[in-house]
Nanobody
Framework: VQLVESGGGLVQTGGSLRLSCAAS????????IGWFRQAPGKEREGVSC????????YYEDSVKGRFTISSDNAKNTVYLEMNSLKPEDTAVYYC??????????????????????WGQGTQVTVPS
């Protein structure tokens, strides 16, 4: 199993980026894919996650209305569309996969340990 993030970069406040998480080694079915981020000196936190079998999704409060998670099963890729970016969104963004999930809910954003596979991360920088 491999997860590869791309799409990060430097963008001005109010700008947009679309992150991609290309998955290989498994075919999208009932797994949960999550986006997490870690800013310097801070703990890794959940941003959004999606369950591919029913497209249910959850968002961390600070990104609701600005970020959208989506999945393209044909491409085995999950996206994170980020709009109205703010300096506090600056972080390394990681995608992760839980291939054997149980019940799904907003708590998954805090359950980093449930995700068995992680990508290498992509940097997003929004200068203040």
């Amino acid at each position: 199993v491999q997860l590869v993030e791309s799409g990060g970069g430097l963008v001005q406040t109010g700008g947009s980026l679309r992150l991609s998480c290309a998955a290989s080694g498994f075919t999208f079915d009932d797994e949960i894919i999550g986006w997490f981020r870690q800013a310097p000196g801070k703990e890794r936190e959940g941003v959004s996650c999606i369950r591919n079998s029913d497209n249910s999704r959850y968002y961390e409060d600070s990104v609701k209305g600005r970020f959208t998670i989506s999945s393209d099963n044909a491409k085995n890729t999950v996206y994170l569309e980020m709009n109205s970016l703010k300096p506090e969104d600056t972080a390394v963004y990681y995608c992760a996969a839980d291939l054997s999930p149980g019940p799904f809910g907003s708590w998954y954003l805090a359950w980093l340990y449930e995700f068995e596979f992680w990508g290498q991360g992509t940097q997003v920088t929004v200068p203040s």
